[in-house]
């Protein structure tokens, strides 16, 4: 794998105050510039910006794809951690008493891309999901 470069990702908010407390108090992330629209954030290294939207009119629901057995939400977005930090961030979230949309558990045990995973979502309703491999070289196993 080549050298890895941060991503960067801009998700909408209904509510711009509430989802910066969101992503600094319960993710832990970092604060960078903002205004009164947007917020950037150091999401792992990577450049993660929130952008105010109004609230639709009607809540749109969520769309789900099977995968392992469980209904995972689409679209979704998150970080591949290392082993040790995916448990500090899932103790961190109960902490918090984040209520997880899929619960902490290991996907594909025992087959290629063995992996750690969780979902949960910002006040928003953005879905989030950040995983973990103890074998990084498993990321794109088939």
């Known amino acids: 794998m080549s050298k ?8 909408p908010v209904y509510d711009l105050e509430e989802s910066r407390n969101f992503y600094r108090e319960v ?9 009164d629209h947007w917020t950037d954030f150091n999401l792992y290294g990577h450049q993660f910006v929130i952008h105010l939207k109004p609230r639709p009119a009607e809540k ?7 995968v392992d057995g469980h209904d995972v939400p689409v679209p979704h977005y998150g970080v591949v951690l290392e082993w040790d930090e995916w448990h500090k961030l899932e103790e961190r979230l109960r902490s918090h008493n984040i209520k997880f949309v899929i ?3 290991i996907r594909f045990k025992g087959l290629p891309g063995e992996q750690a ?6 006040p928003s ?5 950040f ?3 103890k074998d990084f070289g498993q990321l794109f196993a088939v």
């Open 4 to 11: 890895l470069t941060p991503f960067h990702v801009a998700v």
């Open 27 to 35: 993710l832990g992330c970092s604060e960078g510039r903002s205004s």
């Open 60 to 66: 749109a629901e969520h769309h789900f794809n099977p």
């Open 103 to 105: 619960e902490p558990y």
């Open 117 to 122: 995973t969780l979902f949960f979502l910002d």
């Open 125 to 129: 309703g953005n879905a989030l999901e």
């Open 131 to 133: 995983k973990s491999f």
